[in-house]
């Protein structure tokens, strides 16, 4: 099983922006669709962003289209999130997740004047 690292997130004003980082430490994504989730607090985690295994493809929830992408970079083995024009309600915790295992622990994203 493949243990996932996410890394990035922090406290942020309205309107800023943040790229969120996922790596697995001694194991390639190559050959994996990724896929990014939120959890927002009191709430499952739910889907954000996807990207496929060539990172030809990617699908973006509607609430993050035109604000979020997502990219991946198999040389350093990491996928992003890049976060722009945040708002108070994206303020989660964000996980990646794509080879078989366990959830990483997340990364915190709060969105707060």
């Known amino acids: 099983q493949v243990q996932v690292v996410e890394s990035g997130g922090g406290l942020v004003q309205p309107g800023g922006s943040l790229r969120l980082s996922c790596t697995a430490p001694?194991?390639?994504?190559?050959?994996?669709?990724i896929t990014w989730y939120q959890q927002a607090p009191g709430k499952g985690r739910e889907p954000v962003a996807v990207?496929?295994?060539?990172?030809?493809?990617?699908n973006i929830a509607d609430f993050a289209k035109g604000r979020f992408t997502i990219s991946r970079d198999n040389a350093k083995n990491t996928v992003y999130l890049q976060m722009n024009s945040l708002k108070p309600e994206d303020t989660g915790v964000y996980y990646c997740?794509?080879?078989?295992?366990?959830w990483g622990q997340g990364t915190q994203v709060t969105v707060s004047s």
């Open positions: 997740k794509g080879p078989p295992g366990p």
């Open positions: 001694g194991f390639t994504f190559e050959g994996y669709a």
């Open positions: 990207i496929s295994v060539s990172g030809s493809v990617t």
